[in-house]
Structure formats: C-alpha cells, structure tokens
C-alpha cells in the first residue's frame, strides 16, 4: 500500500513520541490502592488503561514497523496494564460480579491479541456469550460491533453476521453529511474501526460504506480542524488509514505532528496545555493514545 511520504514521516514521528509520552508516565494511570472487581465508574478507570493496552497491542501486532526501542516500551506498557487488571484477575472478577457488562471483555481482547490469557476469564466469556440474556443487551450498533470485535480477536464467541451488524450502523444509512454531529463522529468512527478490527481487515468495511466514508472525510477533518478539535481530527485521520483505499491528506498529518509537543504530547483541544503533570495526563492521554494508533496503522498499511 503506497502513502505519501510526508504521511510516513508524520505518521512515524508522532508514534514513537506519543508512545514514549505513555510509556514515560503509565505510572500516572495506575488503579487506585485496593481496587476490585467492583469497581465504581468503568468509564473512568478501566477504559482509559484499556486505551493504553489497545495502543500498545497494535504496536505489537504490526513489530517491523517501529525500531526495537518502540516495541520494547510497547511491551513494557501492556504488560504493567496486565499487571494493573493483576494479570486479568479483576477483569474476571468485575464480569463475574456483573455478567451483563462488556467491558471486561473488550479490554482483555487488547491482551488476548497479544497472548495475555486467563484461563478462567476465557471460560466465563465463552460462556457468557451463549447466554440468552447476554445477547439480548440493548447496545447501540457500534457498541454491538465493539463487542463482536473483541470475541473476533480473543477467539471467543460465536460467528457473527458482519454484514448484518454493518447495516444496523448509523454509517449504513449513507446519511446527508452535513446532519453529523460531534457524537455521530465519534460512532462513526468506531463503527470502521471495529469492522476492519483497527486496519488489520481493511475488506471488512463493505464497499458502498467505504465509498461513503472517503468521500466525506476530506470534508469532516476540514470542519473539526476548524474549530481544533484535534482529539477527534485524529480518529478521523485513523478512520481514513483503515479504509480498504486509505485517505491520507499530507496537511493533515503535518498539522497534527507539528502541534505535538516535545515530549509527545498531543493536545485534544486548542486550550492551553495547563495544569500538573497529572492533570495533564488525564486530559490529553486518550488523544495520545489515538495518535500511536493512527501513526502505527498508517506506517503498517504503507509497509
């Protein structure tokens, strides 16, 4: 797959700083002393370690396309997120305690990927998803695809209807472009990631939605870069490297590097950058860890 070169230069600059930004404070994301299975607010614990286990599996999955400096710290960050679920201890713990939720799921897929198992949470899952009242939940249809994306990867669950699962999506709809809002962009875009499982299964984006998204991506980074929101220009810019005919705009990318700090930080927003060093972990870190999505992607489907 041929990219631009200055989208390659971009792509492998601001991945191996984002990376190093996490890799340099993931102790800044550690769970609190004494957590559990139980704990309160998911969203706000889980899902931001989650993140960094996603970033740091798919730095893994693709090895050749960062130096063995990179890989190491990738590796060194998924395995002190294992160490924070304690070696997936509470991810069965919490699935156990509340059979109805996904997230356990989708974040032990991150470690799944990369041969992190526990023996005792790949039997609960499997059996969770023959459950009646497990696939019953009502989950918004990307949300649907999230989860029968993490069974893809874990090797768990069952078959699923793909084609059936794409059409439910908002996307499938061909909806007039100027009705999106910022939510909408966001599913969107998980909506591709999760079909294509992150770039690695670029055909699994059915055609006409595909056609759709690459015409409209142009002009939906131009309207977020506008207002500078750069969390969200960044999921549309790993959107765009995921599609089976990858958009990359050289502008794009090279505006996105060059507000990168130094040390790797990447602003979600056009607020300044403030606060202590924990403060600005926890606002920026998502957008940092999109950033050594986008950028690894890029560089894998280039090689």
Same mark, same amino acid.
């Given at each position: ?6 989208v390659?230069t971009?792509?492998r600059?601001?991945?191996?700083r ?14 609190p002393?004494g ?6 607010g998911?969203?706000?614990v ?7 286990? +996603? ?6 999955r693709s090895?050749g396309?960062l ?28 699935q156990?305690?509340h059979?109805?939720?996904t997230?356990p ?6 470690f799944?990927r990369?041969?992190?198992?526990h023996?005792?949470?790949d ?5 969770r998803?023959?459950?009646?009242? *497990?696939?019953g939940?009502e +989950?918004?249809? &990307?949300r649907?695809?999230?989860?029968? &994306?993490?069974?893809?990867? *874990? ?17 499938a709809?061909a909806p ?5 809002d910022?939510f909408t ?10 079909l ?14 595909a056609?759709?998204?690459r015409t409209?991506?142009?002009?939906w ?6 207002v500078?929101?750069?969390?969200l220009?960044?999921?549309?810019m ?5 599609l089976?005919?990858?958009y ?6 090279e505006t996105?590097a060059?507000?990168? &700090?130094d040390?790797g930080?990447v ?5 300044p950058v403030?606060?202590?060093a ?8 998502h957008?940092?860890?999109v ?6 992607v ?6």
């Amino acid at each position: 797959m041929t990219l631009p070169a200055p989208v390659v230069t971009a792509a492998r600059s601001m991945a191996d700083r984002a990376l190093t930004w996490l890799h340099t404070h993931r102790a800044l994301g550690a769970f609190p002393p004494g957590a559990t299975g139980g704990l309160a607010g998911p969203d706000s614990v889980c899902q931001p370690l989650g993140e960094t286990a +996603l970033a740091a599996s798919l730095v893994l999955r693709s090895p050749g396309v960062l130096g063995p400096a990179r890989r190491e710290a990738a590796r060194e960050l998924l395995e002190f997120a294992w160490a924070q679920f304690r070696d997936g201890d509470l991810l069965y713990a919490r699935q156990l305690r509340h059979p109805l939720v996904t997230d356990p799921l989708e974040i032990y897929a991150h470690f799944a990927r990369c041969g992190l198992r526990h023996t005792d949470l790949d039997r609960l899952l499997a059996h969770r998803a023959g459950l009646r009242s *497990a696939r019953g939940v009502e +989950l918004l249809p &990307n949300r649907r695809l999230a989860v029968a &994306n993490a069974h893809r990867v *874990a090797g768990l669950g069952p078959d699923e209807d793909w084609a059936g699962l794409a059409r439910a999506t908002w996307l499938a709809a061909a909806p007039e472009p100027w009705a999106i809002d910022w939510f909408t962009a966001y599913v969107l875009t998980h909506t591709v990631f999760h079909l294509t499982d992150w770039g690695g299964l670029p055909h699994g984006l059915p055609p006409d939605l595909a056609r759709y998204v690459r015409t409209w991506l142009p002009v939906w980074i131009d309207v977020w870069r506008e207002v500078r929101a750069w969390d969200l220009v960044a999921e549309l810019m790993l959107t765009g490297v995921c599609l089976d005919e990858p958009y990359c705009s050289p502008a794009d990318w090279e505006t996105v590097a060059a507000l990168q &700090n130094d040390d790797g930080l990447v602003p979600r927003d056009g607020e300044p950058v403030a606060g202590d060093a924990r403060r600005r972990f926890e606002d920026h870190r998502h957008t940092v860890a999109v950033t050594v999505i986008a950028g690894v992607v890029a560089l894998a489907r280039a090689a």
